[in-house]
Every structure is written in structure tokens, then in C-alpha cells.
């Protein structure tokens, strides 16, 4: 790129040049980015840059995802801080399995891959830790085994007498 834009009006016509600048300028990419740390308070922040909006700050909704899992994954997020299991005030280690739980959830996406999750916690002391890949797969196995989502058994003998027919005059 640096070359075509140092000697690119040199070695092309200038029909060619501005036909490739043209094209150049069609070319989006389409990256975001999750943005996460402390300030110099040790209060954390949220930014998701995509490079052509300005940053979005989540600050007040405390978790946020990206990519094509974001929704299943912030369904599983939302979910559990609904139902209290997940808040600002639990351990580093609930907030890396509900973390890993919206991980697995966004995987019902077919460009989510379940082979190489890494998940790293940074405290606002700084402190790195992280999860191994053999441990994600034994919080998969538990949360498969334990904590998925399951349908109880005899659903539709349960329901049937729920559902009601509508009456028309």
C-alpha cells in the first residue's frame, strides 16, 4: 500500500490511478473491537470502536458482546443478571463462567467456533490471570451437563391444558 501511494501515480496512467484509488475507498472492513480496562480509579470501562461510528461506552450496562454470537451471547448475559446469578458484586470467578456460559451461547452461530476460546481476567490492580483451554473445556462439560438450557421432561402433557381455544361468536 505504502508503494501504490508513494510511486503508484508514477508507474500508472492517471485513468488507472484514480480507478484504483476508486476502489480502495470502496473497501470496508468490517472490524469491532471490545475495549475493556480501568482507569486510574480501578473503575472499569466498556467502549465497542468499530472505526467508523464514535466509540460506544456500555459503562452502564455493565457487559456487552460483539460479532455475529453477540445476541445469543447477551441473551445469556441478560438473562442471568435477571435472575440475580449475575451482578457487579459477584467473584472474578462467577463473572469468568457466566463470561465462558454467553461464550458457549453465541456459538449457536454458525462463524462462532467452540476450538481455541482463550479468556483472560484483568483486575484493577492489573493482574493478569487467565483460564486455561483445558479448564474452558471442563466448565463446557459441566455447563452441558449442569447448565444448559434443557426442556423438562413431558412438556407437551404440561402445556396441553394451557393452551385454550379462542371463543368466536
Sequence with gaps: MQSFLDQGKQKCTPSAYLTLCN???QVSLSLKFLICGFDEKGIGHIYCVDGESAPANYDSVGMWAIGTGAHAALSSLAFHADKADLSVYKSREEAAYF??????????SDQVG????????????QKLNYVSFTDIEKVRALWESDGAPRVPAGIADFMKPLIHPLEQD
Design 114 to 125: 467452540k476450538i481455541g476460546t482463550f479468556i483472560s481476567v484483568i483486575e484493577a490492580t
Design 23 to 25: 476502489r480502495i475507498d
Design 99 to 108: 463470561a465462558l456460559v454467553a461464550k458457549f451461547m453465541a456459538e449457536s
